[in-house]
């Protein structure tokens, strides 16, 4: 079992930055790839970006230049760097880490609105 603890959601601004975090725990050692998925409000579910345990990235054409994923082994975290946040980026955010089985976080709400 994998546990995930996100943190670092809330309220921006458009044009705006926040940081989303997520700590994993238990068996990590199962763990290649960790992503970003978010939900919008009476949307699909969608994957924002992932990265796996060697460092190779993907976004969603929609985030692209504007969100950084990255992931410290050591501290076993995966982090969400937002930057240029727009409304259209309001969703809850969803860590998720693949060994074999996904596992998903609880979720963390950003809201961009002026």
């Known amino acids: 079992q994998v546990q995930l603890v996100e943190s670092g959601g809330g309220l921006v601004q458009p044009g705006g930055s926040l940081r989303l975090s997520c700590a994993a725990s238990g068996s990590i050692f199962s763990i290649n790839t960790m992503a970003w998925y978010r939900q919008p409000p009476g949307k699909e579910r969608e994957l924002v970006a992932a990265?796996?345990?060697?460092?190779?990235?993907n976004y969603a054409d929609s985030v692209k230049g504007r969100f950084t994923i990255s992931r410290d082994n050591v501290k076993n975290t995966v982090y969400l760097q937002m930057t240029r946040l727009k409304p259209a980026d309001t969703a809850v955010y969803y860590c998720?880490?693949?060994?074999?089985?996904?596992?998903w976080g609880k979720g963390n709400l950003v809201t961009v609105t002026s």
């Open positions: 990265i796996t345990s060697g460092g190779s990235t």
């Open positions: 998720t880490a693949y060994g074999g089985i996904t596992y």
